[in-house]
């Protein structure tokens, strides 16, 4: 549709400008009592004629077919000759077959300017046509080319992101299916809610995170059942303190699991089994930004730890590269105590 209406206006402005370039003979076929002077605007209809001859040529012919095959030389070859015979045929068409009404008495002692004059004249127009062609002809081809580069681009990011999520799907799968296999062994109550909780977040995986945009509601519901989840299988000297200053209704569009491979990581790395933990997890939203802060105890992984890696976080840094380039903060360090990781993404809207 938008094609169709780009080729329309662009007819409607050749057809206005070349419509105005053939009024202007009958200015010059004018004579003093009003009429028109129909030979002498024949005469000068000829040279509007012979632009728009020349200009079509390149602009249909010259420029798609040799121009832009790159037969640089061979354009301007063709070019040249075309330019030779409508400029002798111009001549020859206003000095033999049309020539010009006998002047005035009074104005036959004036000397009329020498007959290459005119050559120069036709030719610097023929030029001027042929450069105008090629210049339209050569922005209308890099707007497509921009066009089609746009579009494999937003083809290509696509494609990545999908890729990016269903790679998301299993990672997220499996770290939650290892945590109700440790619940089975010393709690079946426990992996039997689990695993009805679990269904619950696989319906959101499944489906909503097709998309790539969710309402921010879904999402907070999304990480609040993971929570009750994680709640399941931690001891209760794990605090979990979890806080959303969202609107319940709130419509705001956000990537689906953009927060919770953070949320998985305090989780995977910030409860130890001999010391007390805490995990707070705060996600706002105002006007102008939605944001994720993340607090958690620190606890080293040992040289023989291997569980995690890292590719949930990698995968959260390359979707917000693509999802949000430019219009986000990610930050994450340990505090000054060594007790306390932190991290926090600012998505700005």
């Known amino acids: ?75 301007l070859f063709i070019n040249l000759v075309a330019i030779c015979l409508l400029l002798f ?10 020539p010009p009404p006998e002047l005035h008495a009074v104005a036959r002692d004036i000397p009329m300017p020498p007959r290459y004059i005119f050559y120069l004249r036709d030719m610097a127009s023929f030029v001027f046509c042929v450069g105008l062609s090629v210049a339209i002809r050569m922005s209308i081809r890099w707007s497509k080319t ?16 999908k890729n990016l999520r269903n790679q998301m799907n299993p990672h997220f799968l499996l770290n939650t299916l290892n945590n109700i296999y440790a619940l089975i062994a010393f709690d079946r109550e426990k992996a039997q809610q689990a695993v009805q909780e679990l269904s619950k977040l ?45 609107k319940p209704d709130s419509a705001t569009p956000i990537a689906p699991l953009i927060f919770i491979s953070l949320i998985e990581n305090a989780f995977k790395h910030g409860i130890s089994p001999l010391e007390p933990s ?12 939605i944001s994720c802060a993340i607090s958690n105890s620190n606890h080293p992984k040992t040289a023989t730890d291997k569980s995690g890696s ?29 007790k306390t990781y932190e991290s926090s993404i600012i998505i700005y809207l």
């Open 310 to 338: 890292g590719i949930g976080l990698e995968q959260v840094k390359r979707r917000l590269e693509l999802i949000y380039p430019g219009r986000y903060r990610w930050t994450c360090h340990i505090a000054d105590d060594r």
């Open 89 to 98: 045929g111009l001549r020859w068409w206003n000095d033999i077959l049309m």
């Open 202 to 246: 696989l319906r959101y995986v499944l489906y909503d995170n097709q998309q790539m945009f969710v309402p921010l509601c879904k999402e907070i519901d999304f990480i609040r059942n993971y929570i009750e989840l994680m709640r399941i299988r931690v001891s209760e000297q794990v605090a979990i303190d979890a806080h959303f200053d969202v």
């Open 1 to 75: 549709m938008n094609h169709t209406k780009h080729r329309l206006l662009e007819t409607l402005i050749h057809i206005f400008c070349w419509g105005m370039l053939f009024f202007f003979p009958l200015l010059f076929a004018q004579r003093e009592n009003g009429t028109v002077d129909w030979p002498d605007f024949y005469r000068h209809l000829l040279v509007p004629l012979s632009l728009c001859v020349i200009f079509y040529l390149n602009y249909c012919l010259f420029i798609p077919y040799v121009l832009f095959r790159e037969h640089t030389k061979r354009f």
């Open 278 to 289: 805490f995990i707070r997890i705060v996600v706002s939203e105002t006007p102008d930004s």
């Open 146 to 161: 921009e066009a089609e580069r746009r579009e494999a681009v937003k083809s290509r990011t696509e494609a990545e992101l």
